[in-house]
C-alpha cells in the first residue's frame, strides 16, 4: 500500500512539472505606443506579463497589467471590481496573416477576443494581435482593437 502512495505522489510531481512546462511566461522588456501614427516609448507601472500555454488554440495567451489593459480599452467597461482590468484572455484566436522577414522572424497576425472576466463583471473586445517569433521562442507582440487602430500597441518580449 505504501508504494502506491509513493507512486501516486510521483505521478502526481511529475504532471505538475509538465503542466508547468507547457506554458511560458513571457515578460516585457520594452513597450511603445503608437498613437497619431507617431510611434513613442510607454512605461506602466508594474510589470506587462504575457502567459503563452502551448496546450491551448494556437495564438491565445493572457495578459496581466491593469495600466496597460485600462489604457488598451480606453476604460469603456464599467466593471464594479477594478481589478477585472488586471488580466485579460485573448481567446478564440483566428489566424489572418503569417510572414517571415529575411532574419527569419515569423510574423502571425490573430484576429481574436480579448476577455475580462471575473464574478459578475464581464468585458469583451475584438483585438488584432500580431506575435513576432523565431526559433519557438516569441520576441514581440504587437496589439490594436478591430474598432480603432487608432492607437497600436508594441512590445518587446523576454523569457522570465
Not at 16 to 38: C, P
Not at 98 to 106: A, C, L, P, S, Y
Amino acid at each position: 500500500m505504501k508504494k502506491y502512495y509513493t507512486l501516486f505522489i510521483l505521478l502526481f510531481l511529475v504532471s505538475v512539472n509538465y503542466a508547468q512546462l507547457n506554458s511560458e511566461t513571457l515578460i516585457v522588456d520594452k513597450a511603445w505606443v503608437n498613437d497619431s501614427e507617431e510611434w513613442s516609448d510607454y512605461s506602466y507601472s508594474g510589470k506587462i506579463v504575457f502567459s503563452i500555454n502551448s496546450q491551448s488554440e494556437e495564438g491565445s495567451f493572457r495578459v496581466v497589467n491593469y495600466d496597460f489593459l485600462y489604457d488598451f480599452c480606453e476604460g469603456k467597461a464599467k466593471f464594479s471590481n477594478k481589478t477585472t482590468y488586471s488580466t485579460a484572455e485573448f481567446s478564440h484566436p483566428r489566424k489572418i496573416a503569417t510572414q517571415t522577414d529575411k532574419q527569419g522572424i515569423v510574423n502571425t497576425t490573430y484576429e481574436g477576443t480579448l476577455i475580462f472576466q471575473a464574478d459578475n463583471d464581464y468585458y469583451s473586445v475584438i483585438a488584432i494581435v500580431t506575435l513576432l517569433e523565431k526559433g519557438g521562442n516569441y520576441l514581440g507582440a504587437k496589439m490594436h482593437l478591430k474598432e480603432s487602430s487608432r492607437k497600436e500597441y508594441a512590445f518587446s518580449l523576454k523569457s522570465s
